[in-house]
Nanobody
Framework: QVQLVESGGGLVQAGGSLRLSCTAS????????MGWYRQAPGKQREFVAS???????NYADSVKGRFTISRDNAKNTVYLQMNSLKPEDTAVYYC?????WGQGTQVTVSS
């Protein structure tokens, strides 16, 4: 079965940076697009960024210019580099492939 393990979350001050990682197993990683989503307290889960198997990327307007998604097929890992973090970026961040989800990693941005 597919397993996705996220890491890299934590507490950071506004303006700071974090890099999230998601390592996949049980899936042909290099042939699948990967996505990052987030869910803040009391809100629905929302799209953050995605990368196709060919490396094309897409971002939510709220993170464009601040976040960068990338992938390393040799390590079966997708990354989310988050810069210039804002308090409104506080959420649990999840990675996804097809219909599968990781357990999430908490990101908290203090003002």
């Amino acid at each position: 079965q597919v397993q996705l393990v996220e890491s890299g979350g934590g507490l950071v001050q506004a303006g700071g940076s974090l890099r999230l990682s998601c390592t996949a197993s049980g899936v042909a990683f290099r042939f699948n697009g990967m996505g990052w989503y987030r869910q803040a307290p009391g809100k629905q889960r929302e799209f953050v960024a995605s990368v196709t198997s060919g490396g094309s990327t897409n971002y939510a307007d709220s993170v464009k210019g601040r976040f960068t998604i990338s992938r390393d097929n040799a390590k079966n890992t997708v990354y989310l580099q988050m810069n210039s973090l804002k308090p409104e970026d506080t959420a649990v961040y999840y990675c996804s492939v097809r219909a599968d989800w990781g357990q999430g990693t908490q990101v908290t941005v203090s003002s």
